[in-house]
């Protein structure tokens, strides 16, 4: 996995920079806009990648329970979390993400979203290797030239989901991720389909004992190391409409120069008290950890699925934990390739529709901004 890991980081770098350049030509204006429509997804380009911290906690993923065992200690991205990070207003936390049966064309989805014609879409399609995908450099001409300013937005931000969130062809943007992106304007919360392909990669890899990653790195790092950023008090900043944790987080150094083994090494020995259990920018709300009858949450992503327990990491949110019967998790893992995937999109879909929510703790005091016991 490591050296398809690292190939993956330097095949993107230039594309980052290259999105980052862009972003730094726009106005105020612009970038309100972009803001407004798909949330802090540009602060993700500042966030510089530590493979030797990505490799060690690959290998504390626990594919059977779908989060991080460090020892007694277990945690996990969280839809909560994961949405609080991207902070999109037009996020609707139940309406999710289900890969529909009839869908149009990768063609006219592309037409859709970019506002170009058929012909100029249908000359840029690409097939890798059993997927359609069209050119990071075409999407980035038409960044650049588009008289509409809010098809320049809808393009880099498809741009972003293809690229970091969904990297799977690199260079490349995937079908997949344009069915995805299509639904967004019905305001079509994309956090389940984020952690879905997150905790699948993870699972592929960890089986394997090798592989490329195809999830967002930057923000599955952002999210650990917020469980370790410890602070005297919580600022008045988390509460304000403005304050934007991804930013503040993208903006903090961090040290690059441990190794794998100094890193599995800490993971090893973590302890209770290590832990920053609750990430400092979480407020007051409410937890989804239930979906239908079950103790756990299904999630859809966009080349498959997979089932995640809250209740195992409920002291990211002030309370005791426990571990529910796995049965159910491995019965929501499935690809979008395997026979009958469809009647378990239906199930999984109809599952949403009974939610089941708990209140989270108030927020507590916590200790200095520090990794404790280096």
Known sequence: ???EFLDKVEDNANNFRELKEIWAQWDDEVKQLFYSNYGDLPYLLDIKVDEHL??????????????????????????????????????QADKVYSKAVNVPTFVKKLVNIL????????????????????????????????PDTKKKVDVFALSIYGLMI???????IDEAVTDLFDRLDKRV?????????????????????????????????????????????????????NYSPLKELAAMPRRDNITVERWIAILQNLKDEDVEWKAPWMVPDEILYRCGNCDWVPLLGIWGAVGYAPLMVLKQYGSRQFVPATQGLAQC??????????????????????????????????????????
């Open 115 to 146: 506002g170009m014609s058929e012909q100029w879409v249908s000359a840029r399609v690409k097939q890798k290797g059993e997927n359609k995908c069209i050119p990071w450099r075409s999407l980035r001409y038409l960044i650049l030239a588009h």
């Open 189 to 241: 919360t994309p956090v389940p389909a984020i952690l879905a392909e997150t905790f699948r990669s993870l699972s592929a890899c960890r089986s394997a004992g090798e592989g490329r990653f195809i999830g967002c790195t930057q923000l599955l790092l952002v999210w650990f190391h917020n469980h370790f950023w410890k602070v005297d008090k919580v600022s008045y900043r988390v509460f304000s409409k």
């Open 54 to 91: 990505f490799r060690a906690l690959a290998q504390f993923w626990n594919p059977a329970y779908s989060c991080f065992t460090f020892g007694e200690i277990d945690l996990v991205p969280t839809i909560e979390e994961y949405t609080a990070l991207l902070r999109c207003p037009r996020f």
């Open 166 to 172: 969904f990297p799977r062809a690199l260079g490349y």
């Open 333 to 374: 893992e499935f690809s979008y390739k395997d026979d009958g995937y469809k009647k378990k999109i239906r199930e999984m879909t109809n599952a949403w529709r009974q939610t089941h929510r708990m209140k989270r703790f108030t927020v507590g005091a916590m200790t200095t901004p520090e990794y404790h016991g280096w």
């Open 1 to 3: 996995m490591e050296s």
